[in-house]
């Protein structure tokens, strides 16, 4: 049987005889396996690697012979904060970097651990952040410690607790023979890079971090937290005219969750309120606003009704801050309780680039056209996102860097109870007025003079004087004040550097202890309080000009 041809076919540029005598075909004989092939190219590119996560631990805690970066400059840090976060699921807590001011904001003074890092390396270059004491120098566990990291610069060390011996401190060994490990090999990557990547998702930066919250929980001030399902932090710019009721002109308001955390952002305008707020407002939900009797008043003129639990910021402020003070010199003015000054006192710091007191008076004068729609919702959620940090604040005790408390943590069941009352009732006297006895009002105003006569025959020491402290009006006068004291022999008077009598609460309660002729003002000067019963018969041991 005569062989067919059959026509080449041409792959490329190889021509294949497909001839059935071309079947025999032969199988290249393979080579030895070769891993270059899978070699990676990262090198040839210039890409470097990250650095991995370097654990942190104690020179005594690696239990092994350790050495530390010779180069202090660049690879040991300097001193930082650290707290421990009890963490779900963890039967340990865990090391986190915190910012210093945010530890002293939320009192975390006392759980502070402070220390530097170093690199450092076990034999064979297993690497680690070493801990480097910087508190208690005169410790004897931390002189044993820093030494052995000192001597671990040059040499290999290994630190070793004595207290099975029933000592302090830890036994430094070297090394028999330092060279019976090589060198170590450090990684390129900077001592930020490798911190960075050690703690990465372990920074607590800011006041929203979730680690924050479980300090809070152990606060008796968070136990808004087990009671309610979320919190709605709100506020309400309006608009007002001289004897009428608030004009509601738009809204923010925060969602937060159980935690406090933030959910959802609500603004609206006006024309868009509905017949009901956009939020819940039963008895799983606290309201929480700044001064919240505004926002009450606005509720009434939306018709709306009142949140069931409310929790004024103000309320809570001036529960913790109300302390008498005495007054300085001629300076007779009160401090400030609005909410910069209450966030300020948490060492809360916002609004900037925005002059708060004039785009506030503006809005309630109705000059908010000036700034747009837009401007005035941002200040309105300015104000928002620092109630919401205050509020987070107030839950917690505020203690300075020495550890003394500044400001206790808040009572949330009493300010509950008072911004409930206070909020709610303030509310109803703004929008309905002043419940008064209309017949006994009018009785007084008929005798006015008669009352005001009999008072100063009861109470005016200078009644019947051809120049009485108090004239028929009833009103007092500081001028005529001093005439009367040196009618009556008391020419020694404290007086302000102006000249002035000084007519302080301090100044009378001083005076009524030099004589009883005096005593009698005091109490009834225009809102004075009662004073003790004098000490008579002193006036010539006081020399006052």
């Excluded at 009192?107 to 402070?114: E, S, V």
């Excluded at 007025?433 to 105003?445: F, K, T, Y």
Aim: glycine content about 6%; charged content about 30%; some cysteine.
């Amino acid at each position: 049987m005569p062989t067919r041809k059959v026509k080449p076919v041409t792959i490329g540029k190889t021509n294949i005889d497909n001839t059935e005598t071309s079947r025999n075909i032969r199988i290249k004989k393979p080579t030895a396996f070769n891993l270059d092939k899978f070699k990676s190219k990262r090198g040839a590119a210039a890409i470097d690697t990250l650095p991995s996560a370097l654990p942190v631990y104690s020179i005594a805690q690696a239990k092994d012979y350790v050495r530390l970066h010779s180069n202090e400059t660049d690879y040991w840090s300097q001193e930082l904060c650290f707290v421990n976060v009890p963490i779900k699921g963890q039967s340990k807590d865990v090391w986190h970097l915190i910012d210093e001011e945010l530890a002293i904001r939320y009192g975390l003074n006392r759980k502070l651990a402070r220390c530097r890092l170093a690199l450092a390396s076990k034999p064979f270059d297993v690497h680690f952040l070493c801990r480097i004491p910087t508190q208690n120098p005169d410790n004897k566990w931390n002189i044993d410690n820093l030494r052995a990291c000192e001597l671990a610069k040059t040499q290999w060390i290994e630190a070793t607790s004595m207290r099975q011996e029933n000592k302090d401190g830890y036994s430094v060994s070297l090394a028999r023979d330092q060279d019976a490990f090589p060198e170590p090999q450090w990684p390129s990557a900077t001592l930020s890079e490798l911190i960075g990547s050690a703690f990465e998702g372990r920074m607590i930066e800011n006041d929203d971090d979730p680690a924050l919250y479980r300090f809070a929980r152990q606060e008796a001030g968070y136990a808004v937290t087990e009671v309610f399902k979320s919190a709605v932090v709100d506020d309400i710019e309006y608009e007002i005219k001289n004897g009428n009721l608030p004009s509601p002109l738009c809204r923010v308001a925060h969602v937060l969750d159980e935690k406090l955390q933030h959910v959802r952002t609500i603004r609206q305008w006006r024309g868009e309120f509905g017949s009901a707020p956009p939020f819940d407002i039963g008895a799983d939900t606290l309201y929480v606003a700044y001064s919240a009797w505004a926002e009450m008043t606005c509720f009434m003129v939306l018709g709306w009704k009142f949140p069931t639990h409310i929790f004024d910021l103000h309320t809570c402020y001036l529960a913790a801050s109300n302390v008498l003070r005495p007054y300085d010199g001629e300076d007779r003015k009160k401090p400030r309780k609005d909410l910069a000054t209450a966030c300020r006192a948490y060492g809360l710091e916002g609004w900037e680039g925005i002059d708060k007191k004039t785009i506030s008076e503006d809005i309630g004068h109705g000059l908010w056209r000036k700034y747009g729609r837009e401007q005035v919702l941002s200040y309105c959620e300015e104000d928002v996102r620092m109630e919401v940090l205050l509020l987070r604040a107030q839950l917690r005790r505020l203690d300075d860097r020495r550890g003394h408390l500044l400001l206790p943590a808040a009572d949330v069941e009493r300010v509950l109870h008072w911004s409930n009352y206070s909020a709610k009732a303030v509310a109803q006297i703004q929008a309905r007025g002043m419940p008064i006895d209309v017949a006994l009002w009018n009785l007084c105003q008929e005798n006015k003079a008669a009352i005001i006569a009999e008072l100063r025959r009861r109470f005016d020491p200078s009644y019947g004087d051809d120049d009485p402290i108090f004239d028929a009006d009833g009103r007092w006068s500081r001028e005529r004040l001093e005439s009367w004291l040196i009618r009556n022999g008391v020419h020694a008077w404290p007086r302000h550097d102006s000249g002035m009598l000084d007519t302080s609460d301090d100044a009378f309660k001083l005076m009524c202890r030099v004589g009883e002729d005096v005593a009698p003002l005091a109490p009834h000067r225009s809102g004075r309080a009662d004073f003790p019963h004098p000490v008579p018969h002193a006036r010539d041991s006081f020399q006052l000009v």
